[in-house]
């Protein structure tokens, strides 16, 4: 698969950018030294807690329309 002019010239701009500014080059080089590897290093990090608030919520939204049917 071959790049378009387009990509080639803003691939070219990204190059010059990460020559002339060192702050820019950093983020990258961050990214790059994530200790996961592949698309798992740019997914969310989600806690133990937040799953749990989460799977207890969702259970009493399913809960609280079967109770108000029953109390009816």
Excluded at 10 to 15: D, F, K, N, S
Excluded at 23 to 32: E, I, N, P
Aim: net charge neutral.
């Amino acid at each position: 698969m071959e790049l378009s002019q387009r990509e080639r010239r803003i691939l070219i701009e990204i190059e010059l950018g990460l020559q002339r500014d060192r702050r820019y080059a950093h983020l990258f080089d961050v990214l790059d030294a994530s200790p996961r590897l592949g698309p798992q290093r740019f997914a969310c990090q989600v806690s133990t807690t937040e799953l749990a608030v989460v799977v207890v919520v969702a259970l009493a939204l399913a809960v609280l329309p079967m109770l108000a049917v029953l109390a009816l």
